[in-house]
C-alpha cells in the first residue's frame, strides 16, 4: 500500500503557553513540524481539491488547537492537536508531530514530538 505524506514545516506561532510564573499571560513563540501520512490515491480529479486531503486544513487544526486559550504544557497541546486530527481526518492513518519553544533556553532550543498510532 503507498501513502502520501503532507508535510508542514517550520509553523511559527506566537502563543500563549508555559506554567512557570514567567510564562503566564506573556506569548511565547513555538515551531511545530509535522508528517501526515495518507493512503495514496492513484485516481485524483487535478480540478478538484477535494479529491485530496487539504493540508490548509491541517494547519487550521494546529492554529486554532495553538491560540485558543493558555495552555500550561506542551504535551498538553500535542494531546489536543492530536484528538482533533484523529477526529476530524480519518484517511490519515499516522502522523508525527513535533513543538519546540526556541527561546525557552538561551542555548537550546526544546522540544516535544508525538507518534500516533
Do not use: W
Not at 53 to 62: A, F, S
Not at 88 to 94: A, D, M, N, Q, V
Amino acid at each position: 500500500m503507498a501513502y502520501r505524506n503532507i508535510i508542514i514545516s517550520n509553523l511559527t506561532i506566537e502563543t500563549n503557553i508555559g506554567i512557570l510564573e514567567h510564562e503566564i499571560n506573556r506569548k511565547q513563540t513555538i515551531v511545530i513540524n509535522a508528517k501526515f501520512n495518507i493512503k495514496h490515491k492513484d485516481i485524483l480529479d487535478d480540478n478538484n481539491i477535494k479529491s485530496v486531503l487539504d493540508y490548509r486544513d491541517l494547519r487550521e487544526v494546529i492554529v486554532q488547537e495553538t491560540t485558543s486559550q493558555h495552555i500550561k504544557l506542551v504535551e498538553t497541546l500535542l494531546d489536543r492537536i492530536k484528538n482533533r486530527i484523529i477526529e476530524e481526518f480519518p484517511e490519515i492513518k499516522s502522523f508525527n508531530i513535533k513543538i519546540e519553544k526556541p527561546m525557552a533556553f538561551q542555548d537550546c532550543s526544546i522540544g516535544v514530538e508525538i507518534s500516533y498510532p
